[in-house]
């Protein structure tokens, strides 16, 4: 009797998080351009090339209407699914917005040739992917629910089963372990991949990063257990603070029931295109050998390479990169008094940066960020654990409030769209304007100067003002 055939399928993170990870989300429009024909015959289940940091990196840096790029890759990719990511009720920016701004952002996603949407909420809160679910479903998109995997005592297999019943009962199409940090191992990854399929009938699909070392041979071991899809990156720009690389593991699975069926040769026309920019990027030192290597501290500390790079980066701007140290030991001390959220943007950004003041200043919580403050009074949602009381009161203090929200946060958001079309109707060339706007007003005015002074031919040299802050 011969086998079943389960073939892994295989989605390509190299226009997306691959680039975020390792090069800080630089890879601009007209590298990707020449090489969408030849990704567009693999087979890919699908192609990470939007969402993420990408919006606003396209903005802010490289002076790029991300709308135009999605069109571009859109009329390029003609057989492959285009998937982005989504940060729920905070879209792509880095707090929560009212419900019809994500419709319309979904909505105008979808329409602009996005059909898988990976939509996930930093803090695990079910509330705050209610909106953008429901608007794929009417979008006729792929709603896909990732839940932001991380380890701590209230992160038990129970918890991520009851999530996964939450999400297909939510009408999600799918359900993504959205592992940022790298820190599922591959005998978890047996025992989750395991649970989810005890709780829920919607295919799987694994995202890891490559940071800890582990993330090939979790991978192995999750499409062992039943995994359906999981996430790679192109060899130039994988490994490190990366996916693994795409041609090893469909290698690796080569001849086994799991077999992808994707061509190496192929595989290996796709790498020779981006290996000279891998080379550019390190000769500009753009791609740092830092984020290349493995960095078994990711697993003691729970820091997402992205994250990594970030505090590098900020502690660089206030001279004190002797500190990193201190800071990576300081991030868990911090996320126990934020009540361990999993750190993905934006808390990863939010407890990072606190870390760093409180490192930096010497005395803890002397200086406590907007963010830091909305985080510890609910303004962002629900946390699994409680909060530190104490932290927590003086973030209640300084807002002039006596208890934390409890409800979901969005509702306290009254409709914004009108208001936004308003105010920037004399930049608006597209629909999808008001969307960059509603979401990076400052830099997408900056950006929206920048296309009038491009269009008209007068001097852009505002378009040089970069921003030393990286999104992740």
Excluded at 181 to 204: R, Y
Excluded at 256 to 273: H, N, V
Excluded at 306 to 323: I, P, R, T
């Amino acid at each position: 009797m011969s086998e079943v055939k389960k073939p892994v399928k295989i989605t390509e993170t190299i226009l997306r998080d691959a680039h975020q990870s390792l090069i800080a989300t630089r890879m601009t429009t007209e590298q990707m351009l020449p090489i969408i024909d030849k990704m567009d015959e693999i087979g890919y289940h699908s192609v990470e090339c939007w969402g993420g940091a990408t919006f606003d990196a396209c903005l802010r840096f490289l002076k790029e209407d991300p709308w135009v790029r999605l069109r571009k890759l859109k009329e390029g990719f003609k057989k492959t699914k285009l998937q982005m990511l989504f940060r729920g009720q905070n879209i792509l920016g880095y707090s929560p917005y009212a419900d019809d701004v994500v419709e319309y952002f979904v909505q105008k996603s979808i329409a602009n040739g996005i059909d898988i949407i990976r939509i996930f909420d930093c803090l695990n809160d079910i509330r705050n992917l209610e909106t953008a679910v429901k608007a794929a479903n009417k979008e006729k998109g792929h709603a896909q629910v990732a839940l932001s995997y991380t380890l701590g005592d209230a992160y038990t297999m129970d918890y991520w089963k009851n999530m996964a019943k939450q999400i297909e009962e939510m009408g999600a199409d799918s359900i993504c372990i959205k592992d940022m940090a790298g820190l599922l191992i591959p005998t978890e990854a047996t025992k989750l991949v395991t649970a989810l399929k005890e709780g829920t009938k919607l295919p799987i699909q694994l995202h890891t990063h490559y940071t800890s070392g582990v993330a090939s041979m979790t991978y192995m071991k999750a499409v062992e257990a039943g995994c359906d899809i999981i996430d790679t990156a192109m060899s130039p720009l994988a490994l490190g603070t990366s996916q693994p690389a795409t041609e090893v593991m469909v290698k690796a699975f080569e001849g086994t029931e799991f077999d992808s069926g994707l061509d190496q040769i192929k595989l290996a026309e796709i790498a020779d295109y981006f290996r000279p920019l891998r080379e550019q990027w390190l000769e500009s030192g753009l791609l740092s050998p830092k984020v290349m290597g493995v960095n078994i501290k990711t697993l003691l500390y729970q820091v997402p390479g992205g994250m990594l790079s970030n505090l590098v980066s900020q502690l660089k701007e206030m001279h004190a990169e002797d500190k990193f140290d201190e800071v990576l030991e300081e991030v868990p001390r911090v996320r126990k008094d934020f009540g361990e959220p999993p750190l993905v943007t934006p808390s990863s950004q939010i407890v990072g940066t606190q870390a760093v003041l409180n490192v930096v200043t010497g005395e803890r919580y002397k200086m406590m960020t907007k963010e830091s403050k909305d985080l510890l009074v609910g303004k962002y949602g629900q946390t699994v654990k409680p909060m530190n009381a104490e932290v927590q009161k003086k973030a209640l203090d300084s807002l002039g409030m006596k208890e934390p929200i409890t409800y979901r946060p969005a509702d306290d958001i009254e409709p914004q769209l009108e208001k936004l079309e308003k105010e920037m109707a004399q930049y608006k060339k597209q629909d999808e304007d008001v969307l960059s706007y509603a979401l990076f007003p400052q830099v997408a005015t900056e950006f929206f100067k920048y296309r009038e002074a491009q269009e008209t031919g007068i001097d852009a040299s505002l378009a040089n003002t970069e921003d030393k802050t990286y999104p992740v």
